[in-house]
T-cell receptor, first 115, second 116 residues
């Protein structure tokens, strides 16, 4: 079974600054995918970014990028030029390929953006 | 393009009553997932279906919980009898066919369930 650790229960950042949220995971799979989801106070679960484990290049989606270290099983999320609307709970979720289609969610990191 | 639709958005009921949560997945998605979110346990997968067939229900807490997917466009999660510890936000999510794991799961807005 996969385990996911988000070691920062809470983080804060000043508007326009950069923040990095950490995530480590444990999996026995060799081929898998990783996702970051965002949950604002409205409680919607919104996909932020995805990464295929077989790709060496780190995924980027506008102001969001990841630092994926496969050997270390680390998948951190960097938010650049933070905006007030980025304030939310962020969840890291690895997903194994093959027949197991489960996402395993971390406990989340609550991000506060200060004006 | 309509997203995953869940109803009701909020449900308050008394202990012992039957509760039914409903979900309409995105058209064309053939995998459907039910999650429960609480402060204590975070986001937990309860059950998921592929092509209307339950694939893994190991997360269903106990016999009081049951889930059905009678067709590709509808699923229910039922709790009978309900207990206060069942209070949580329940999410439904859907995704494209198995074999496309790089496609993310799309979540509904959730049902906030309160059992008094």
């Amino acid at each position: 079974a996969q385990t996911v650790t988000q070691s920062q229960p809470e983080m804060s950042v000043q508007e326009a600054e950069t923040v990095t949220l950490s995530c480590t995971y444990d999996t026995s799979e060799s081929d898998y995918y990783l996702f970051w989801y965002k949950q604002p106070p409205s409680r919607q679960m919104i996909l932020v970014i995805r990464q295929e484990a077989y790709k060496q290049q780190n995924a980027t989606e506008n102001r969001f990028s990841v630092n994926f270290q496969k050997a270390a099983k680390s998948f951190s999320l960097k938010i650049s030029d933070s905006q007030l609307g980025d304030a939310a709970m962020y969840f890291c979720a690895p997903h194994s390929g093959g027949s197991n289609y489960k996402l395993t969610f971390g406990k989340g990191t609550l991000l506060t953006v200060n004006p | 393009d309509a997203g995953v639709i869940q109803s009701p958005r909020h449900e308050v009921t008394e202990m012992g009553q039957e509760v039914t949560l409903r979900c309409k997945p995105i058209s064309g998605h053939n995998s459907l997932f039910w999650y429960r979110q609480t402060m204590m346990r975070g986001l937990e997968l309860l059950i998921y279906f592929n092509n209307n067939v339950p694939i893994d229900d190991s997360g269903m807490p106990e016999d009081r919980f049951s889930a059905k997917m009678p067709n590709a466009s509808f699923s229910t999660l039922k709790i009978q009898p309900s207990e206060p510890r069942d209070s949580a936000v329940y999410f439904c999510a859907s995704s494209p066919p198995l074999g496309s794991p790089n496609q993310p799961q799309h979540f509904g807005d959730g049902t906030r369930l309160s059992i008094l």
